[in-house]
């Protein structure tokens, strides 16, 4: 079954202590990004990748690390949460097929930092 | 910058009626995308709208897009309380998303 997987789904921590959020996709595309949702704002892009090893930033990259060593794995690193990164995260990857391409999103992480 | 405005935020109808969602983009683009959310759950991917004119159909479900006017449309023909739910377009530049759009039907 083609999807993207996320770990932990539910995540409470405390400022300061690092986390990572993993993410990975078994449909071998190219592009892999992660988005926050927060109340009223719609999705915001925060870290995008193109292909292994290609990494750009998104509308809200402060405060996030990626890295895309895997063409599968594209994991979320918070060094330092703050209290404003309590948000949920969402991971999706996608091919261009057409001229377009469709997203696949993960189930989501609801983190919760105090 | 690129802004994507989506309008209504909030829109409660009757089941059977029709509506219209719309989501408006500042710069230029030729791709868009519809996704829905339920309360709860991830995004689904509706519609991908490659070139002005498109118009694709799916059910009560129908989107489309102008790409001079940097508009598309939703439109939900004879709702259902199965619609329930919150839909957000998408603009290919960055994949900036609307704001979303919450969708109540009651019977």
């Known amino acids: 079954e083609a999807q993207v997987t996320q770990n932990p789904r539910y995540l409470i921590t405390v400022t300061g202590k690092k986390l990572t959020v993993t993410c990975s996709q078994n449909m071998n595309h190219e592009y892999m990004s992660w988005y926050r949702q927060d109340p009223g704002l719609g999705l915001r892009q925060i870290y995008y990748?193109?292909?292994?090893?290609?990494?750009d930033k998104g509308d809200v990259p402060e405060g996030y690390k990626v890295s895309r060593k895997e063409k599968r794995n594209f994991p979320l690193i918070l060094e330092s949460p703050s209290p404003n990164q309590t948000s949920l995260y969402f991971c999706?990857?996608?091919?261009?097929?057409?001229?377009?391409?469709?997203?696949?999103f993960g189930p989501g992480t609801r983190l919760t930092v105090t | 910058e690129l802004k994507v405005e989506q309008n209504p935020l909030f829109l409660s109808m009757q089941e059977g009626k029709n509506y219209t969602i719309y989501c408006n983009y500042s710069t230029t683009s030729d791709r868009l995308y519809w996704y829905r959310q339920d309360p709860g759950k991830s995004l689904e991917s509706l519609f991908v709208?490659?070139?002005?004119?498109a118009v694709k159909q799916e059910g009560r479900l129908m989107a489309s897009l102008d790409t001079k006017a940097r508009l598309s449309t939703l439109h939900i023909t004879a709702a259902v309380h199965d619609l329930s739910a919150t839909y957000f377009c998408a603009v290919d530049n960055d994949m900036r998303f609307g704001a979303g759009t919450r969708l109540t039907v009651k019977p």
């Open positions: 999706a990857s996608f091919n261009r097929a057409g001229g377009g391409y469709e997203q696949y």
């Open positions: 709208l490659l070139s002005n004119g």
């Open positions: 990748s193109m292909n292994v090893e290609v990494t």
